[in-house]
C-alpha cells in the first residue's frame, strides 16, 4: 500500500481577502495602482511578459473578467479563457483538480471567479499557483473592494475620515462585505442604508445603520448596490417599489453635498437601485472605478506574480 504524500509546504501569495492582507501591504497596492495608471503604456508592456493567467469564472461578469484580462495584456502577460461550458467539469471533474490541471500546464497565476462563499479557505493550503479571488459567494471581492478604495482616494486624496453610504443589497453584497471588512483599519465610516431585507445579520467595526435622507446629507460618497432579488425567498419588495422608497432617485440626489461622489460596482439596474439619469451625472465616478479597475488589477497580478512584491 502506498504511503500518503506529505502536504506540499507552500509559500505562494494569493489575493484572496482585503481583510488577510497587512495595512502597509494595502497601501502598497493602492500606490502600485496609482503608478500604473499614470504611466505610458508602452513602458509597462515586459512587467508580466512570458506570464500566463489563466482565468477560471464559474459565474458570468462583464467588468472583472475583462478587466483582469486587460490588465494582464498591459502588463504583457498571455491569459487563457477556461471555458467551464465545454470542459471536463461537465463530466464531474472537482474544482481542486481543474486548478491543479492549469497549475500542471504552467498556469503563473489563477484568477477565480465562484459561487461558494469559501472556495479559498481550503484551496489555500492545496494550490501552489497563485489565486486571485475575482468575487466568491457573497461575502469577497477583494480587487472591487480595492478598486473602489482606490477611487476614493484618487477623489479626495484620502481614505482615513471619509464617510461612505452603501445602499441597497448589502446582505448578499460581496463588494459591500470586502468595504466593510477593511472600514475601521483604513479610518472609514460606513453607513448602511436599506430595507430590513436587504441588511446584514450583525455589522462590522466602524459600520451603522443610518436613515436614508441623513445618511445622502453627510456622506462624501455614495455606493450603491446591484438589488440581487435573485437570492431572496418570498421578497414582498418589487424593484419598482425599492426605487421609490429607497433607490437614489434625482430629487433625493439633491441632499447630496457639492463634492460627494456617487458610485456604483455594477452591473446597473437602471430605475432601481439608482435613476438612469445619474449614472453618467458630472458627480458619477462609475466609468471611473471600472477604468481604475484596470490599474488596481495591474497591480495584483504583479503582486502576486512576483510573490508579494507590489
Known amino acids: 500500500m502506498s504511503k500518503l504524500q506529505p502536504t506540499r509546504a507552500l509559500v505562494t501569495t494569493h489575493f484572496t481577502a482585503l481583510s488577510d492582507l497587512p495595512l502597509a501591504t494595502l497601501n502598497a497596492l493602492l500606490a502600485r ?11 509597462l508592456s515586459q512587467t508580466l511578459s512570458h506570464k500566463v493567467i489563466t482565468q477560471l469564472f464559474f459565474e458570468p461578469s462583464t467588468r472583472t473578467k ?29 474544482l481542486y483538480d481543474t486548478l491543479r490541471t492549469m497549475e500542471a500546464l504552467g498556469s503563473d497565476a489563477l484568477v477565480i471567479r465562484h459561487s461558494d462563499d469559501r472556495v479559498f479557505e481550503t484551496l489555500v ?12 459567494g457573497k461575502h469577497e471581492h477583494p480587487s472591487q473592494g480595492l478598486l473602489d478604495l482606490f477611487t476614493l482616494e484618487q477623489e479626495f486624496g484620502k481614505l482615513r475620515g ?3 453610504a452603501i445602499l441597497g443589497d448589502v446582505r448578499h453584497s460581496r463588494v459591500a462585505g470586502s468595504m466593510m471588512l477593511v472600514a475601521a483599519r483604513l ?32 456622506c462624501d460618497a455614495v455606493m450603491c448596490l446591484r438589488n440581487q432579488f435573485e437570492r431572496h425567498v418570498d421578497l414582498a419588495l418589487s424593484p419598482e417599489s425599492f426605487h421609490r422608497d429607497w433607490g437614489l432617485t434625482a430629487e433625493r440626489a439633491k441632499l447630496l453635498r457639492p463634492t460627494a461622489i456617487i ?48
Open 187 to 218: 479610518g472609514l465610516q460606513i453607513s448602511l442604508v436599506g430595507p430590513e431585507e436587504f441588511m446584514p445579520a450583525a455589522l462590522p467595526a466602524n459600520c451603522e445603520r443610518v436613515d436614508l435622507t441623513e445618511a445622502l446629507k453627510t
Open 162 to 164: 471619509l464617510q461612505v
Open 66 to 94: 475583462s478587466s483582469f484580462e486587460m490588465a494582464a495584456k498591459r502588463l504583457g502577460a498571455q491569459v487563457i479563457n477556461f471555458d467551464v461550458d465545454n470542459s471536463s467539469v461537465k463530466k464531474g471533474e472537482t
Open 263 to 310: 458610485m456604483h460596482p455594477a452591473p446597473i439596474n437602471r430605475d432601481v437601485e439608482i435613476a438612469s439619469a445619474l449614472v453618467e451625472a458630472p458627480n458619477s465616478r462609475i466609468f471611473q472605478q471600472m477604468r481604475n479597475g484596470v490599474a488596481v488589477r495591474m497591480a495584483i497580478l504583479e503582486y502576486v506574480t512576483r510573490g508579494g512584491q507590489p
Open 125 to 136: 493550503q492545496q494550490i501552489r499557483t497563485p489565486m486571485v479571488n475575482a468575487g466568491a
Open 33 to 43: 495602482a496609482r503608478f500604473f495608471s499614470q504611466s505610458p503604456l508602452q513602458d
